[in-house]
């Protein structure tokens, strides 16, 4: 069970770092996630079933996600829809678009060949991760990393440079959306099946998992963003396995998963509060 709930918490870590660029390097709640997980799971799942490469059909989810952030930023900077409700919509349209992909709401992937076939899964699992962790690593330190970074923080600073917002966004939401749909197509592998209702709950998942490791790590030269998200997100299996043992339902986790996000959040707004008003208890010698 210890090393199952290490391996689940890195496939959704690979959907937290996917969350961490929508949801805090852009400013963007994106709802969509609960749509484009699921669909990575049915686009990989149908493509394995049909005799695809495993890991094309991977390629082939992380593109789906792609195209479910492209529809997101286009709708929202096109039409002046706010973020928030483009979310919803697109989500809300995703739901039917994964039956149609899928044909029927759960497909069953036992006795199929997979990444995971004769291999050990988390030195298959962390490869994926590895890769994922670079890779945004880097894209974060190159021109367009900072960019984004900007576009988050100062939009109007972004313009005065010259740079077109409107496509640097739709970027970081299809990036976003990628990872998010690359790692619903790896867990569909790993639990060995693909479920429509498997992507309910994905954002608050995720902000669970970017909370809980910016509450334990800090941000400095040891850990960075990319490193933060993946410990939370461990941790945040390790919680609901913790509340798995001491008698909680598997239906509850939804529950435990809302209230743990609140709980830390405001906390951390407490401690925020504290240190406003007695900034002498804060001070280090």
Same mark, same amino acid.
């Given at each position: 069970m210890l090393l199952g709930t290490i391996e689940q918490g890195?496939? #959704?870590?690979i959907m937290a770092l996917g969350l961490y660029i929508s949801y805090k390097i852009l400013d963007f709640p994106d709802l969509t996630v609960d749509g484009s997980f699921p669909m990575g799971g049915s686009i990989a799942a149908i493509l394995i079933i049909k005799g695809v490469n495993p890991i094309t059909a991977l390629g082939v989810a992380f593109i789906g996600g792609c195209l479910a952030g492209f529809v997101t930023g286009y709708i929202h900077i096109q039409f002046k829809i706010t973020n928030l409700l483009?979310?919803?919509i697109v989500m809300t349209g995703l739901y039917s678009i994964n039956l149609r992909i899928m044909g029927r709401s759960n497909i069953p992937l036992f006795g199929i060949d997979n990444i995971f076939s004769n291999r050990p899964n988390l030195l298959i699992i962390l490869f994926i991760v590895l890769l994922s962790k670079f890779s945004l690593d880097y894209l974060l330190k190159t021109? #367009?990393?900072f960019s984004l970074r900007a576009l988050g923080d100062n939009e109007t600073l972004v313009v005065s440079l010259g740079i077109?917002?409107?496509?640097?966004?739709?970027?970081?939401?299809m990036l976003a959306n990628g990872l998010v749909a690359l790692s619903g197509g790896i867990l569909v592998q790993y639990q060995g099946f693909s479920d429509i209702a498997m992507?309910?709950?994905?954002i608050v998942t995720g902000l669970a998992s970017i909370i809980i490791g910016e509450s334990v790590l800090k941000k400095g030269k040891i850990f960075n963003v990319t490193t933060i998200v993946i410990v939370g997100s461990i941790l945040y299996?390790?919680?609901i396995m913790g509340s798995l043992k001491i008698g909680f339902n598997a239906s509850d986790l939804k529950l435990i998963t809302a209230i743990l996000t609140v709980g830390v959040m405001a906390f951390k707004s407490k401690n925020l509060k504290l240190k406003l008003t007695f900034p002498l208890l804060f001070k280090k010698n």
């Open positions: 890195l496939i #959704f870590a483009t979310g919803i021109k #367009f990393g077109d917002e409107k496509k640097l966004k739709i970027m970081g939401l992507g309910t709950g994905t299996r390790f919680i």
